[in-house]
């Protein structure tokens, strides 16, 4: 049985990044070596799923970002000033050993919550990411997430607007 804790900002005193394994090198070097000092210069908070050991098993990294109006979709820009307020999901990366166990979900779904919380106090109309590849998109795209451009099947960059957000908690928890 996996005794999981519920996220938490990532401690880097307490929290044992050092044999995270994504399957993803770049992810996992972020945890290590960048993840704290993007929080020490405020671009970046992570927030971690650690085991009882607190060995980290997930991570997600947020900040706020902005979109400007021309590379916007309709939906995002309509109404919205130029730059259109957003808050970056920057990686979401789940240790390999934990895979398919909801974990990747149950994270994603608190940065969501999360952003709702945020929005309430300094407006953002949506939540972006990048997808790491085509099978991450629709990864994301079960999540409510579209593509800046729908009919780019490449396309990788992604947004759920933040009135949609209470939509996908109900739907995945
Ligand atoms: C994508 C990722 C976060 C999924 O985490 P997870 O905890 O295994 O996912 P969940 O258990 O919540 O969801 C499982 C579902 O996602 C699918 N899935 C698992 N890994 C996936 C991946 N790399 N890409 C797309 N879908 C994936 C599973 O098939 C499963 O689908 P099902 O419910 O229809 O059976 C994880 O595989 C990962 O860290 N990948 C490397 C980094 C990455 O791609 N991050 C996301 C892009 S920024």
């Known amino acids: 049985m996996i005794e999981l804790r519920r996220p ?7 929290h ?16 290590r ?3 704290r000092q993007n929080r ?3 671009t970046a908070a992570t927030w971690v799923i ?20 021309s ?6 820009a309509k109404g919205a000033p130029n730059p259109v307020p957003a808050i ?3 990686r979401l990366a789940v240790d390999r050993r934990y895979a398919n166990l909801g974990i990747g979900t149950a994270l994603a779904a608190h940065v969501l919550a999360t952003a709702a919380e945020l929005n309430e106090k300094a407006a953002c109309r949506a939540v972006v990411v990048t997808a790491l590849n085509s099978r991450a998109r629709t990864w994301w795209e079960h999540l409510g997430f579209r593509a800046f451009d729908p009919h780019d099947p ?19 928890r």
């Open 50 to 69: 650690v085991d009882a050991k607190h060995v980290v098993v997930a991570y997600a990294s947020v900040a706020m970002t902005r979109i400007h109006r």
């Open 16 to 31: 044992d990044r050092e044999h995270f394994d994504s399957g993803e090198p770049v992810f996992d070097e972020w945890l």
């Open 71 to 76: 590379a916007a979709p309709v939906t995002l």
């Open 33 to 35: 070596r960048y993840a």
């Open 8 to 14: 938490v900002l990532l401690d880097p005193r307490q």
């Open 88 to 90: 970056l999901l920057g």
């Open 40 to 42: 020490r210069r405020d």
């Open 154 to 172: 490449e396309q990788l960059d992604l947004y759920l607007l933040t009135s949609e957000i209470q939509a996908t908690l109900r739907h995945v």
